[in-house]
Structures are given as structure tokens and as C-alpha cells.
């Protein structure tokens, strides 16, 4: 089931469940596919994301399923509907 994210601490309780995130990123015009722990992925990092702050200021959405295919089709959906690139993200790519 996809779950759409908009806190962080929304994020912070899936983190030991198998799954894969979805993080669309406005400014940057990207859509990125994550394992829910990856670094990046996680609000607590400096270098995570931060679904709280994108939320109050527009600047993001962000999707949640266990199916990386559902993850995988709805971040190939947004990127196609905005125009947005889509990458997998290279870090915990598997
Ligand atoms: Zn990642």
C-alpha cells in the first residue's frame, strides 16, 4: 500500500519496516527512489529528508510502500506527470 509521508516522525517510525521511499523534490525538479533506511532517507541525518519542513514549505512530497514495484511506478508517475527526472538513488541502491 503506498502512504503518503508528511512528517518526519511519520518517516522516523517506519524506519525498521522493509520498504522503499519516494521523495519528490520540487526546486530540484528530481524524483528519488530510497530503501526507507537509507541515509538519505532519514529525517534524523543531517543529510536525510526532511518531510516536515517540505510539507509547510511546498517544497516536496513523499511516498512510502514495501513493493518497490509501487514505489518504482509512482515515482516513474510523478516524474512523467511534472516533468521531473527520476533517479534511483546510488547509495542504497539494491
Ligand atoms: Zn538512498
Redesign the pocket.
Known amino acids: 500500500m503506498l502512504t503518503e509521508i508528511v512528517t518526519d516522525e511519520q518517516l522516523i517510525d517506519l524506519y525498521t519496516t522493509p520498504g522503499y521511499l519516494v521523495a519528490v523534490d520540487y526546486p530540484k525538479k528530481e524524483v528519488?527512489l530510497?530503501?526507507i533506511d537509507?541515509?538519505?532517507?532519514d529525517p534524523i541525518s543531517s543529510v536525510g529528508v526532511k518531510p516536515s519542513k517540505a510539507r509547510e514549505n511546498k517544497t516536496g512530497e513523499f511516498w512510502v510502500s514495501e513493493s518497490r514495484d509501487e514505489a518504482n511506478s509512482k515515482a516513474e508517475e510523478i516524474a512523467k506527470n511534472k516533468g521531473y527526472t527520476y533517479t534511483i538513488?546510488p547509495?542504497?541502491?539494491r
Open positions: 528519488k530510497h530503501t537509507c541515509m538519505l532517507a538513488c547509495i542504497c541502491n
